[in-house]
């Protein structure tokens, strides 16, 4: 397909799964800030990992969505992660579902009612080149992803080849039972350190006892917040280390400052703790102006949350291929098989009679 | 048991950067021989990598080690053979080291600072070109931006104060001094640094294999080359496959 981004958006940007393997050249990961969503999209889609290996990439949607006209070819998509409010041709459609799409349809989008990222997934993917590894936009660095940067109006995107029967996904609805919570009233759960130990008690305390706001200052970099002073106990400042997504800055000001998918890959303030992998996304999720509580949790427990996300990836796959059983998809409805029994070679006809 | 110094029982330290990462720090300082065990570390991880391995970042005192824990053992299991693979580190041969040559035009336009630099020093900017060029820098890191070297060995004769005023655009490429430290602006960015010269080379192109030419654990030569052989340079240097010179060096103590 050909998509013709009419609008841009606020930020709407291509991402997969990030850069991964760089970092010790100095290279950010960027990638989805909500992976898990990008993932249940791409199978609500049809999309498996390309022939590089990588994760289908789709457009991240920030906030205010763009609007997409195919002007070429057909396919399916479907919208997961916030549940922004998604049109085809003014007609609302619901978001965790796969939609068909044929030359001529735009696809718009409201602000989302909850969440603040969604993404757009389109049967074969987005299809733009693969630099060191990825096809996601590092915009500070200018690289990766559509030249580099956010999308404008007028960019021409080109989909990737999508599976054989891909059209057999339309109207496959991912359950809200396998949509991953992310309410905004929950604490986020992380692991304690790499640095916690140049905090005071009382600072660490604070730490996980307060509520603190997100601020303006919250971009695919790090979201800084505003609440409780974190008191330090051996100085704010360490000779320079590596930064984990979601690890938890406390510069000088006692303010936390998480990293997020275009974070630095060093940096010299002490970290009090990490955000687990499977609530990255929760804060990723969150707006300026949210409050967020943190909750300690341990390593085996974020390991375990992680296994549980990764189950919701496993039964949506598995929906699917159900899904498509009973689907009447466009294959072929009679064909010859050729099997061996005993050592000798049969041919075997068959016809599909249970059209449903 | 045998005896144990104090540094002995701190270190190497393995702390949790979340599930998906092992940070090893090997001391609290900025050390040549802290950094030549995170760089053994890092070598013995990438020639032998666990199932589910993904990247390491290697920093002056530490490597954080990055991998799926879904396809690795429990946590402590992880743990375990980091501090395996961390118990006979010191024993390790280290060989000969690589050098990359680093072309360098400290003329002119690319030399914006070199006065400065000459005149807080007290030295004549040729001998401030010389010096500079003249002792091999070690690369003790990669970070802040893609490609950024954090280089150690600058003669410290040539020690100057950053700018009061940090410029807001610095050319890709820019070489600079900064307090005790030199370095190479690798991408264009804003920066404070005393600029002295200019490389030819394209440090960091994400469209290039490889996209950087220097990794930690690398050794840095400043040549200084005049104006027409940085022209040819920068012209001979993005072409399809061209490589830069690395020498082999006699592995020893950073200055």
Redesign the interface.
């Known amino acids: 397909m050909k998509l013709l981004i009419e609008k841009p958006g606020m930020f709407t940007a291509v991402q997969d799964l990030g850069r ?9 990961v960027a990638g989805a800030m909500d992976a898990l969503a990008l993932r249940l999209g791409n199978v609500l889609v049809g999309n498996e990992k390309d022939v590089h290996g990588l994760e289908p990439a789709g457009l991240e949607i920030t906030v205010m969505g763009p609007s997409i006209r195919v002007t070429e070819g057909e396919g399916c998509f479907a919208v997961t992660g916030a549940e922004a409010g998604v049109t085809k041709n003014g007609v609302s459609l619901p978001c965790w579902t796969a939609h068909g799409i044929a030359a001529g349809d735009v696809v718009a989008f409201f602000p989302p009612k909850t969440g603040s990222r969604a993404y757009f997934c389109v049967s074969g993917g987005i299809d733009v080149p693969v ?2 590894g990825s096809r996601s936009t590092y915009s500070r ?1 200018g ?2 992803g559509y030249r580099g940067r956010a999308l404008k109006s007028g960019d021409v995107l080109l989909t990737g080849t999508p599976e054989p029967f891909q059209s057999a996904c339309e109207g496959l609805t991912c359950p809200p039972h396998l949509r991953p919570p992310r309410d905004a009233a929950s604490p986020l759960r992380v ?5 916690d130990d140049y905090f005071t008690p009382e600072g660490l305390e604070t730490f996980y006892a307060s509520e603190y706001v997100i601020t303006n200052s919250a971009d695919r970099m790090g979201y800084r917040m505003e609440g409780p002073t974190i008191a330090h106990r051996r100085g704010a400042d360490i ?4 930064i ?4 938890i800055q406390i510069p000088g000001h006692g303010q936390p400052i998480a990293m997020l998918a275009d974070r ?4 010299g303030y002490t ?1 009090i703790a ?4 499977a609530d990255v996304a929760r804060l990723a999720q969150r707006l300026p102006g949210q409050k967020v509580r943190f909750e300690k949790i341990t ?2 427990e ?2 375990t949350l ?2 549980r996300d ?1 189950e919701l990836v496993s039964e949506l796959r598995r929906l699917r291929a159900s899904w498509r059983l009973k689907t009447n998809f466009a294959g072929p409805l009679r064909g010859t098989l050729k099997v061996c029994v005993d050592g000798e070679p049969h041919d075997v006809e068959w016809e599909r009679l249970d059209r449903i | 048991m045998g005896e144990t110094t104090e540094d002995e029982l701190f270190y190497p330290r393995f ?7 092992i ?1 090893v ?1 090997f001391g ?3 050390d040549p021989e802290v950094n030549a065990r995170v760089q053994a570390l ?1 070598a013995k991880i990438e020639k032998n990598p666990f199932p589910g391995f ?9 490597l ?1 080690v ?1 991998f799926d ?2 396809r690795t053992g ?2 402590a299991e992880i743990k375990k053979v980091l501090a395996g693979m961390t118990e006979k580190l010191q024993a390790e041969e280290k060989g000969e080291e690589e050098l990359l040559i680093v072309p360098t035009c400290y003329e002119g336009e690319f030399a914006p600072d070199l006065a400065r630099v000459a005149d807080h020093t007290g030295l004549s900017p040729e001998e401030v070109t010389r010096r500079h060029a003249g002792r091999d820098c070690y690369c003790y ?8 070297p ?1 280089l150690g060995g600058m003669d410290p004769s040539l020690e100057t104060p950053r700018l009061k005023e940090p410029r807001e655009r610095i050319p890709g490429g820019s070489v600079g001094i900064g307090g005790k430290q030199t370095g190479i602006y690798t ?1 264009e960015s804003p920066g404070g640094w005393n600029l002295i010269g200019r490389t030819p080379l394209r440090m960091f192109d ?2 290039r294999n490889p ?2 030419f220097l ?2 654990g690398m050794w840095v030569r400043f040549v200084p080359v005049g104006k027409a052989e940085f022209d040819r340079l920068a012209r001979e240097s993005v072409q399809p496959g061209w490589k830069p010179e690395v020498r082999k060096r006699k592995a020893e103590r950073p200055e």
């Open positions: 991964r393997g760089f970092q010790m050249l100095g290279v950010p630099v060191m660095g690289f990766g692991i304690a350190g790499p640095q000779i320079s280390d590596a984990s997504m979601g690890s630095q890959t060093t940096g970290k990490t955000i687990c992998g390593v085996e974020a390991v992680l296994r990764e | 702390l949790h950067a979340g599930e998906s990462c940070v720090e609290d300082d900025v890092r993904i990247d390491t970042v290697p920093t002056y005192r530490s954080a990055c824990p879904l429990s946590p890191m990669l970070g802040f931006v893609p490609g950024y954090y991408v994400p469209d996209a950087i990794n930690a």
